[in-house]
């Protein structure tokens, strides 16, 4: 449990402590790699992205991370992101990993947050066990959301990753793989608890200390893997909405208990199918998101998406959609009503792009959304109007230049 308090601590003391911690991997490993054992490695990756909507009623954002988005002009926070990872080989069973990144936060600032730390024990060639700050990863290919040269398209489709704010979890995992025939088999369970933060119009909901459980299984076989997968979160604390319940409440306890989300759990259930050999991508996931609380919508989402490269040049398309289901208000205050609403969506995305793979490591990319929805869905975007006081419909344009070294 050392490494865990080590991470607390780092957390709460600020980006220059996190770095610290960094440092602390980097000096260890340095007088083995003097001796040219080459026990230690440092990677990197970055995106430099560019995107414009065409409304100015909402701001589109990647996900619920993000406290504002874009509009009509080009804006550069949406994607554009530089991270470091440092790993050192303690053992042939023992590793630690280090990541680190600077992108646009939560609280409005570029300031470097530490992503992964953590240490990685493999007793066997079949088991792997890590502790630590580990990747969240709900959903197939969760993990890696920020390493704009790892996927197809600019940024994951967000009809089906908004939900997620989650990049990160204390605590940690216990992996299985075994073979059967040609297929191979991979067992994932893990518990810790959310460090994260919620940007909510001026207000942040502190989702730090709540608990975090769930459990995958992955299938390989050839150029094809499929992946199940269930987790939970149990949020500590209620959303940010006091003051006004307070204001416009004619009963606020009431109201408050109504839409309470402490303690109550949200569970994400999906199913991924991945295809890569040769020119040929091709992605379809599914998402179920159940809520306990009354003031946040259970939905369902999705995705498909495939590529074909012709030579440097990979075109590709992509449908996505996501709706969540309306609760029933009968009876309920209009404030209670209006907080409800607030997590309504219900929206399609036609996406077409294309990755130019011009230089070894390095990839431009070009894309195009095209999202057309309901007049009441205003999840996730910001700033947004009144319900059905804007039109649903919105494009928005893409370039970025992804690299990794």
């Known amino acids: 449990m050392f490494l865990a308090r080590l991470i607390e601590r780092m957390s709460s003391r600020g980006a220059a402590a996190r770095l610290g911690l960094a440092s602390v991997v980097f000096c260890l490993a340095l007088p083995a790699a003097a001796e040219g054992e080459s026990p230690f490695s440092l990677n990197g990756f970055g995106t430099l992205g560019m995107a414009r909507t065409t409304s100015d009623q909402v701001e589109f954002v990647r996900d619920l991370s993000q406290p504002s988005g874009i509009r009509k002009d080009w804006d550069g926070r949406l994607d554009s992101v530089v991270g470091l990872q440092a790993a050192w080989q303690v053992s042939p069973q023992l590793s630690a990993v280090v990541q680190g990144m600077v992108k646009y936060r939560y609280d409005r600032s570029y300031n470097p947050e530490l992503a992964w730390a953590y240490l990685k024990y493999e007793p066997t060639p079949n088991w792997s066990l890590r502790l630590g700050r580990l990747g969240t990863d709900f959903f197939?290919?969760?993990?890696?959301?920020?390493?704009?040269?790892?996927?197809?398209?600019?940024?994951?489709?967000?009809?089906?990753?908004?939900?997620?704010?989650?990049?990160?979890?204390?605590?940690?995992?216990?992996?299985?793989?075994?073979?059967?025939?040609?297929?191979?088999?991979?067992?994932?369970?893990?518990?810790?608890?959310?460090?994260g933060q919620i940007p909510l119009a001026d207000q942040l909901w502190d989702i730090q200390g709540s608990p975090m459980t769930g459990a995958s299984v992955d299938v390989h076989l050839g150029a094809w893997q499929a992946r199940a997968s269930y987790a939970n979160i149990r949020f500590k604390r209620d959303l940010p909405i006091s003051a006004a319940l307070q204001a416009y409440s004619p009963d606020p306890l009431a109201s408050t208990s109504y839409l309470a989300t402490q303690d109550k759990r949200a569970d994400y259930y999906s199913l991924g199918l991945v295809y890569d050999q040769g020119p040929?991508?091709?992605?379809?996931?599914?998402?179920?998101?159940?809520?306990?609380?009354?003031?946040?919508?259970?939905?369902?989402?999705?995705?498909?998406?495939a590529g074909y490269r012709v030579g440097e040049v990979t075109p590709y398309l992509g449908y996505s959609w996501v709706r969540s289901e309306r609760r029933d208000t009968a009876g309920r205050q209009a404030i209670e009503v209006r907080i409800m609403a607030d997590s309504h969506t219900d929206q399609k995305t036609s996406i077409v792009g294309a990755r130019w793979d011009f230089s070894r490591n390095m990839a431009l990319k070009a894309q195009w959304d095209a999202v057309r929805g309901d007049t009441s869905s205003i999840f996730p975007y910001r700033n947004e109007p009144s319900v059905g006081r804007w039109s649903g419909k919105m494009d928005v344009y893409s370039v970025t230049f992804d690299f990794i070294f």
Not at 284 to 299: C, K, V
């Open 280 to 305: 040929w991508q091709a992605q379809f996931l599914l998402n179920r998101i159940e809520q306990g609380s009354n003031a946040l919508e259970s939905s369902q989402g999705g995705y498909v998406l």
């Open 140 to 195: 197939m290919m969760a993990d890696s959301r920020w390493v704009g040269y790892s996927i197809l398209t600019v940024r994951p489709p967000g009809d089906y990753f908004w939900y997620l704010p989650f990049y990160s979890i204390h605590g940690g995992d216990a992996v299985y793989t075994m073979s059967v025939g040609d297929t191979l088999v991979r067992f994932k369970a893990f518990y810790g608890s959310s460090n």
